[in-house]
């Protein structure tokens, strides 16, 4: 039988690893929306 204590654990991590999706989805949704308006080169050349 699985203890409560690996389960809670467990559960947080899943909780945890779902934030950071959430996280990355938001960042990459916001590169791919700058990339679709083309830009000036002032950024690039950084």
């Known amino acids: ?3 409560e204590t690996y389960l809670r ?4 991590e899943v909780q945890q690893e779902f934030a ?3 996280r ?3 960042r ?3 590169l791919l929306a700058r990339k ?3 830009e000036p ?3 690039t050349k950084r």
């Open 36 to 38: 679709r308006r083309p």
């Open 20 to 22: 950071a999706a959430r």
């Open 1 to 3: 039988m699985i203890s």
């Open 28 to 30: 990459l949704t916001r």
């Open 41 to 43: 080169l002032s950024r």
């Open 9 to 12: 654990a467990r559960i947080a």
């Open 24 to 26: 990355w989805r938001r």
